[in-house]
């Protein structure tokens, strides 16, 4: 979806261990923050501890647990963005809730988090995301949909 959009980004697989094969974690990187997705057991749980999650709530040093959610855009800095951790989870296969939070250092907590499960998207045009996702109908699909369609048209005469 973040490729579909307007907005300016780097998606970067990163390894945590030195390894060959070893853990590999995305990391996304935007104007304005750094990205890291998370499964998480519920919508106030952190995710399990990890060195780059630990390394990246570093640079959220400068919010403190104490001040107003309202007072943290006093404290960002262009040169050195927030690191942002995208939860998400569910039960039984569904997607129950996405969230983006804003953890203290060493992630134990949230300084801030909010749900963005029904957020709107921005896409520069649908038709374009279509193509590049390469959909189609199967054959008896379009079968069921000219049918139909022309049972609607015959219905109208």
């Known amino acids: 979806m973040l490729t579909s959009s307007a907005i300016p ?25 750094i990205l890291t997705p998370a499964k998480v057991l519920s919508e106030a ?3 399990k ?14 919010y403190n647990l104490f001040d ?13 963005p927030p690191f942002l951790l995208l939860t998400y989870g569910g039960s039984n296969h569904q997607l129950r809730f996405v969230r983006l939070g804003l953890p203290d250092i060493g992630v134990g907590r949230w300084i801030d988090q909010i749900d963005i499960t029904q957020a709107p998207v921005l896409l520069k045009n649908p038709e374009e995301v279509r193509k590049d996702l ?5 054959s008896t699909a379009d079968e069921l949909i000219r ?11």
């Open 134 to 138: 390469h959909l189609t109908f199967t």
């Open 45 to 47: 749980s952190v995710p």
């Open 68 to 80: 107003k959610p309202e007072d943290l855009n006093e404290y960002y800095d262009a040169n050195q």
């Open 147 to 157: 049918r139909g369609l022309e049972n609607e048209r015959e219905v109208d005469f």
């Open 49 to 62: 501890k990890a060195l780059f999650r630990n390394r990246g709530s570093l640079l959220n040093k400068q």
């Open 9 to 33: 980004h780097e998606i970067a697989d990163k390894a945590s261990s030195r390894y060959v094969n070893g853990h590999t974690y995305l990391m996304i990187e935007t104007k304005g923050a």
